[in-house]
């Protein structure tokens, strides 16, 4: 049974860089067809989706946070990562690491992290 | 960006009672569907994928249904441990939208 487990700081200052990584366990994060996605969640509001990234590196990224956002892989460690540059208060939500299925034309998540809160405040 | 809206955005409804949540998308999504149950303090939890399809494991009072722009979730008898906040979310394109979420509460 794969799982998932985000970690990283719970506490970033404002235009500071936002790093989290995710841990696989319970397969290789390499084994299949899937891609892993990042996505969070404010405090009492919805869903966001951030990125994903498949174990080739290839990438796709929430066009409203691009130009901010980074999604790399460790393939050795059974990581993926996230930075969220510049950020904001904004940007304080509870993250998530998921499992992408790839069917059709997109993706849907069937597997989530716990998620991890991140705080952006100085 | 494909557009997704859920309807109502609060649900009161008794153990028991038939519930159905509606999702609208801003355009036509085909099939590509999919909904979670998401509890206070926890991840979200797929039931439902290409609008129809039921998840392994979850239980069979949960459907869903719909087409192109409108779509269902139904749970034909509520049970306690189904009070919760429930997302639409569309993969049409490979940027994924969540609808804003129902939340489902005890009447």
């Known amino acids: 049974q794969v799982q998932l487990q985000e970690s990283g700081p719970g506490l970033v200052k404002p235009s500071q860089t936002l790093s989290l990584t995710c841990t696989v366990s319970?397969?290789?994060?390499?084994?299949?067809?899937?891609?892993w996605s990042w996505i969070r969640q404010p405090a009492g509001k919805g869903l966001e989706w951030i990125g994903r990234?498949?174990?080739?590196?290839?990438?796709n990224y929430n066009p409203s946070l691009k130009s901010r956002v980074t999604i790399s892989v460790d393939t050795s460690k059974n990581q993926f990562s996230l930075k969220l540059s510049s950020v904001t208060a904004a940007d304080t939500a509870v993250y998530y690491c998921?499992?992408?299925?790839?069917?059709?034309?997109?993706?849907?998540?069937?597997?989530w992290g716990k998620g991890t809160t991140v705080t952006v405040s100085s | 960006d494909i557009q997704m809206t859920q309807s109502p955005s609060t649900l009161s409804a008794s153990v028991g009672d038939r519930v159905t949540i509606t999702c609208r998308a801003s355009?036509?999504?085909?099939?590509?569907l999919a909904w979670y149950q998401q509890k206070p303090g926890k991840a979200p939890k797929l039931l439902i994928y290409?609008?129809?399809s039921l998840e392994s494991g979850v239980p069979s009072r949960f459907s869903g249904s719909g087409s192109g722009t409108e779509f269902t979730l139904t749970i034909s008898s509520l049970q306690p441990d189904d009070f919760a906040t429930y997302y639409c979310?569309?993969?049409?394109?490979?940027?994924?939208?969540f609808g804003g979420g129902t939340k489902v509460e005890i009447k």
């Open positions: 998921a499992r992408d299925i790839l069917t059709g034309p997109s993706f849907y998540m069937d597997v």
């Open positions: 319970g397969g290789s994060i390499s084994s299949g067809s899937y891609y």
């Open positions: 990234i498949y174990t080739s590196g290839s990438t």
């Open positions: 355009q036509s999504i085909s099939s590509w």
């Open positions: 290409k609008a129809s």
């Open positions: 979310q569309q993969y049409n394109s490979y940027s994924l939208t």
